[in-house]
Nanobody, 121 residues
Framework: VQLQASGGGTVQAGGSLRLSCRGS????????VGWFRRAPGKEREFVAA????????VYADSVKGRFTISRDNAKKEAYLQMNSLKPEDTAEYYC???????????????WGQGTLVTVSS
């Protein structure tokens, strides 16, 4: 499966952005999708993930209550709605997909290119 992330941009603190991850291939609905981010000078970290059956979602503590992950299998897309953004959310955001595995682990087999999110104070 190939992934393409989009929706990044520059926003003021407290603002919102919605990232999209478009998948190709007829098996997209059978893959879990995760969002990860890498801030300048920092390691890549897990943000959120959603299971292939939609019912299960997992969030990093740092984004709980502010970010919401969702997916539309008919459109082969996943989304990350980011509200109440903070300057520390500034990072390159990546979507990834896997057919099995721990949702919060960075061992996903398929990765899209990053989309940059910049939150100004």
């Amino acid at each position: 499966v190939q992934l393409q992330a989009s929706g990044g941009g520059t926003v003021q603190a407290g603002g919102s952005l919605r990232l999209s991850c478009r998948g190709s291939g007829h098996s997209f609905s059978r893959y879990s999708v995760g969002w990860f981010r890498r801030a300048p000078g920092k390691e890549r970290e897990f943000v959120a993930a959603i299971g292939w059956n939609i019912g299960r979602t997992v969030y990093a503590d740092s984004v709980k209550g502010r970010f919401t992950i969702s997916r539309d299998n008919a459109k082969k897309e996943a989304y990350l709605q980011m509200n109440s953004l903070k300057p520390e959310d500034t990072a390159e955001y990546y979507c990834a997909a896997q057919s099995s595995g721990v949702l919060s682990s960075p061992t996903y087999g398929y990765w899209g290119q990053g989309t940059l999110v910049t939150v100004s104070s």
